[in-house]
Antibody, heavy 126, light 108 residues
Framework: QVTLKESGPVLVKPTETLTLTCTVSGFSLSNARMGVSWIRQPPGKALEWLAHIFSNDEKYYSTSLKSRLTISKDTSKSQVVLTMTNMDPVDTATYYC??????????????????WGKGTTVTVSS | SYELTQPPSVSVSPGQTARITCSGDALPKKYAYWYQQKSGQAPVLVIYEDSKRPSGIPERFSGSSSGTMATLTISGAQVEDEADYYCYSTDSSGNHKVFGGGTKLTVL
C-alpha cells in the first residue's frame, strides 16, 4: 500500500524558513518511474503546484516561487524535504506531498501525481 | 506564465451528465489530468493522460481532449460526486506544471 505523510510545523512566523518532510512508504524514491511532488492550497482557494523531484534527482520548481524553494530527498530514509524561505502570511495553506508516476508507454513520457498524502496545515503569523 | 482555465461552477441534477472543461494553449500537445477533491479531503486522481481511468474510479467518469480543451464528463452524476474538480497539465516545454482554478460541481 502506497502512503505519503507530511510533517512539519503548524505555525511559523513571517520571514522564517519553513521545512516540511514527506515520508513515503510502499514505493522507493530510487524507482526510476517515480518521484514526489509538493502542492499547496490556501484556505478556500485552488491547488498550486510547488515542486517535483525524481529518482535521478532531477528537480522542477514553480516559476513564481523558485527563488524561495528547495526540494531534496533522502532515499535511505524514504523522505522528501521541501524548504520555503521568507515565509509570509499569504503562504498560509495546506501543504500536500504526492507520488509522481512516470509513464513512458506511449512513446514519450508523461508524469502525474497519482497518490496524495492527507496534507499538513501551516499558518504564518506573528 | 502558463494557465489552465476552468469554469468556477457547474450544476446538474442527479442522473444528468456533468461536463467540466479545461482550456490551455498547450493541451494539443500535453496530456490533461483530472483530480476530485471533496470537502476537507486530499485530491484524488480520477482521469490521467486525457482519458484513462485509474482502478477504482467509477466508469461514469470519462475524459477527452480536443484542440486546446480537455473535458471531464460524469455520466449519470450522483450526489456523492459533489466536489471540486481540478485539471492539471504542463506548458509546452513540460517544465512548468499547473493546476486549473478548479470547478465546483453541485449535484442536486
Amino acid at each position: 500500500q502506497v502512503t505519503l505523510k507530511e510533517s512539519g510545523p503548524v505555525l511559523v512566523k513571517p520571514t522564517e524558513t519553513l521545512t516540511l518532510t514527506c515520508t513515503v512508504s510502499g514505493f522507493s524514491l530510487s524507482n526510476a518511474r517515480m518521484g514526489v511532488s509538493w502542492i499547496r492550497q490556501p484556505p478556500g482557494k485552488a491547488l498550486e503546484w510547488l515542486a517535483h523531484i525524481f529518482s535521478n534527482d532531477e528537480k522542477y520548481y514553480s516559476t513564481s516561487l523558485k527563488s524561495r524553494l528547495t526540494i531534496s530527498k533522502d532515499t535511505s530514509k524514504s523522505q522528501v524535504v521541501l524548504t520555503m524561505t521568507n515565509m509570509d502570511p499569504v503562504d498560509t495553506a495546506t501543504y500536500y506531498c504526492a507520488r509522481i508516476s512516470v509513464d513512458c508507454s506511449g512513446g514519450s513520457c508523461s508524469s502525474y501525481m497519482d497518490v496524495w498524502g492527507k496534507g499538513t496545515t501551516v499558518t504564518v503569523s506573528s | 506564465s502558463y494557465e489552465l482555465t476552468q469554469p468556477p461552477s457547474v450544476s446538474v441534477s442527479p442522473g444528468q451528465t456533468a461536463r467540466i472543461t479545461c482550456s490551455g494553449d498547450a493541451l494539443p500537445k500535453k496530456y490533461a489530468y483530472w483530480y476530485q477533491q471533496k470537502s476537507g479531503q486530499a485530491p484524488v486522481l480520477v482521469i490521467y493522460e486525457d482519458s484513462k481511468r485509474p482502478s477504482g474510479i467509477p466508469e461514469r467518469f470519462s475524459g477527452s481532449s480536443s484542440g486546446t480543451m480537455a473535458t471531464l464528463t460524469i455520466s449519470g452524476a450522483q450526489v456523492e460526486d459533489e466536489a471540486d474538480y481540478y485539471c492539471y497539465s504542463t506548458d509546452s516545454s513540460g517544465n512548468h506544471k499547473v493546476f486549473g482554478g478548479g470547478t465546483k460541481l453541485t449535484v442536486l
